[in-house]
């Protein structure tokens, strides 16, 4: 099957659902990834006395080693302003995203949960398009069969003490999806894509707590047992 994650950022995959990526290509699916920006605003790049759009060069490099790594079946990085998204008229986002979903034609779409994780404004406003665009778009493109909202419990959300991060209620989360060893090792080689971002991943020692399992909501289902893999169920 095809499957679109959808963020606003580079790394978000990779301080995300990277091992998940990494499992569901070795079963054999098709997975791409649309990233909006090309982050050139973190103040990383301060620390280099890059500009924005130097930064941003710089990182989407560093994206297209993350593409090796997962062995995504594509990528595609727009160049939506970092950290502006709420300035812009939702519709043209909205557009973008569609037309990638209307070129792709994916069978599963994710994106960031309601509380984005971290609650960054870009992370909310991703959730808020990405579903817009799936309600709108699946009465007529019967391709789409499902969003899948990535999330982490609150268990390992209250673990993390680098940054204030929210994690999903026990009842909300419908999908985990166990993965193997292997896909542990390219999440972390996929976090090591990102030079620029060395102090940042150390200091969260995300790499020493990436788990053997990712969890997920589904949006418009309620799944107990829970599903053990995003495409359960579907034709």
């Known amino acids: ?16 659902p990277a091992q998940v990526m990494s499992k569901q290509r070795r079963d054999g699916h098709e997975v791409y990834l649309l990233t909006l920006t090309k982050g050139g605003a973190t ?11 130097e930064m941003g060069e710089i990182r989407y490099k560093e994206m297209l080693d993350v593409e090796k790594v997962l062995n ?71 391709y789409l069969k499902r969003l899948a909202l990535f999330t ?12 204030k991060i929210s994690g999903s209620k026990p009842e909300e989360i419908d999908c985990i999806v166990k993965v193997d060893k292997q896909d542990v090792e390219n999440s972390i080689k996929s976090l090591d894509c990102y ?12 790499k020493e707590q990436i788990p053997d399992e990712a969890v997920f909501e589904i949006f418009g289902e309620k799944h107990e047992p829970k599903l053990k893999d995003l495409f359960e169920g579907l034709l």
């Open 195 to 206: 030079v620029t971002f060395k102090e940042t991943i150390d200091a969260t020692k995300i």
């Open 1 to 16: 099957m095809k499957i679109l994650y959808i963020f606003p950022h580079p790394d978000d995959e990779s301080f995300g």
């Open 72 to 142: 995504l079946s594509g990528m595609n990085v727009l160049d939506l302003p970092d950290s502006g998204l709420k300035e812009m008229d939702p519709r043209d986002i909205e557009k973008v995203v569609a037309d990638e979903i209307k070129r792709l034609k994916p069978d599963v779409i994710v994106t960031y949960a309601v509380h984005g994780i971290s609650g960054f404004h870009d992370h909310l406003i991703i959730h808020g398009i990405v579903k817009r665009v799936f309600v709108e778009m699946k009465e007529n493109h019967p």
């Open 43 to 53: 103040k990383q790049r301060h620390k280099f006395g890059y500009s924005v759009e």
């Open 152 to 163: 982490i419990t609150e268990e390992a959300a209250a673990k993390q003490t680098h940054f």
